[in-house]
């Protein structure tokens, strides 16, 4: 069946996927400026698989040494552009982020590892970019920033790297958060598209194999924004919306709520690994 699935893949897309190919995560460790990162555990209950794999397990050594080393990692341009933009004043009322929240190091250590969190007031999930946002209208008197644009992946880069090496973990107790999940979920094994592929197509039955040049991980989202050597800074809608194109369906806006869900969800399948932000990626 997984087979069969693989060939069709690669026949669907008329690229060489290597059929059948099994190259499996890397046994191997990570540690980055010497903190340790947690690129496999247990999976949490209800989860599909029995151990949680960080994407970094799939990548060549190449690329799994350059993570290592954060003078090495292209990505921490974009996480010091972010700490820039941290301190400075937008807005109409003179403030950066660093008048209200000081010095990140401290008041946003863990906070990358539990978003999406629940967001009483637009009583919807809420990721770093959109907390960004929401800080930048009711607090500070500036535009929101929008997808992609101004600064906006760095400085959820920045935010994210202040937890590297911590545990991600929601709390789905919080609001709504399990029906959002449970939304998530559904998008995760819709088929969609010409191709008629799910997520769950890819990175849950087909997880191991190769695809084109590319070694198929569980799709984890615990490096993002990522630095993708071939691409440069990558946000998590970004690559949704990327994937979600390479099946030929019609793509989700970044933060509709259809992403949001899939973010939720996606995210909870991660649950113990390691904040890597910014990961280094094909
Ligand atoms: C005038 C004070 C103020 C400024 C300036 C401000 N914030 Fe906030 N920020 C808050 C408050 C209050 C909260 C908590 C309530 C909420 O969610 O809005 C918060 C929450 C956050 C959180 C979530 C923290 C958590 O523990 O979940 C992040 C991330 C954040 N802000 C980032 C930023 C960034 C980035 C900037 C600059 C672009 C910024 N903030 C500017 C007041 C501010
Ligand atoms: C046709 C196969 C295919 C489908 C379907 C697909 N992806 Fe991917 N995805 C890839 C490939 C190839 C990569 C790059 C290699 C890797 O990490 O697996 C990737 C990478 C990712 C990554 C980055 C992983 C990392 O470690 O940086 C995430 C997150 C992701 N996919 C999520 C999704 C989600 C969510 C869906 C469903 C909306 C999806 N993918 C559907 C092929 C697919």
């Not at 004043?89 to 950066?96: A, F, L, P």
């Not at 250590?109 to 209208?137: H, M, R, Y």
């Not at 592929?197 to 924004?225: T, W, Y």
């Not at 994937?243 to 806006?253: G, H, L, N």
């Amino acid at each position: 069946m997984k087979r069969l699935l693989i060939a069709g893949v690669a026949l669907a897309t008329g690229l060489a996927a290597t059929a059948g190919a099994i190259a499996d995560p890397v046994d191997d460790t990570l540690e980055i400026d010497g903190t340790p990162i947690v690129t496999r555990t247990a999976a949490p209950e209800g989860h599909p698989f029995d151990e949680v794999l960080s994407g970094w397990l799939f990548r060549e050594a190449e690329t799994r040494d350059v993570s290592r080393d954060s003078f090495e990692n292209p990505g921490m341009i974009a996480v010091e552009d972010g700490e820039t933009l941290w301190n400075t004043v937008m807005g109409s009322e003179g403030k950066s982020c660093a008048t209200c929240h000081d010095d990140a190091a401290v008041s946003m250590k863990g906070v990358g590892a539990s978003f999406p969190k629940w967001d009483a007031d637009s009583q919807k999930p809420i990721n770093v970019e959109l907390q960004i946002n929401k800080c930048l209208t009711e607090q500070m008197g500036a535009e929101a920033i929008g997808f992609n644009k101004k600064g906006q992946r760095e400085l959820t880069a920045y935010i994210k790297h202040q937890s590297l090496g911590m545990p991600v973990k929601l709390d789905l107790s919080e609001g709504e958060m399990q029906s959002w999940w449970d939304k998530g979920k559904d998008v995760y094994y819709a088929r969609t598209g010409q191709l008629n592929l799910a997520c769950a197509s890819c990175h849950e039955v087909a997880m191991g194999k190769m695809i084109r040049a590319d070694h198929l991980s569980q799709g984890q989202v615990n490096g993002f924004p990522t630095y993708r050597l071939k691409s440069g800074l990558t946000s998590l809608h970004q690559r949704f919306r990327g994937c979600i194109r390479d099946t030929r369906a019609e793509q989700p806006k970044a933060f509709s709520d259809d992403l949001m869900a899939l973010e939720t969800y996606v995210t909870w399948r991660g649950t113990g690994l390691s904040v890597e932000t910014p990961a280094v990626r094909q």
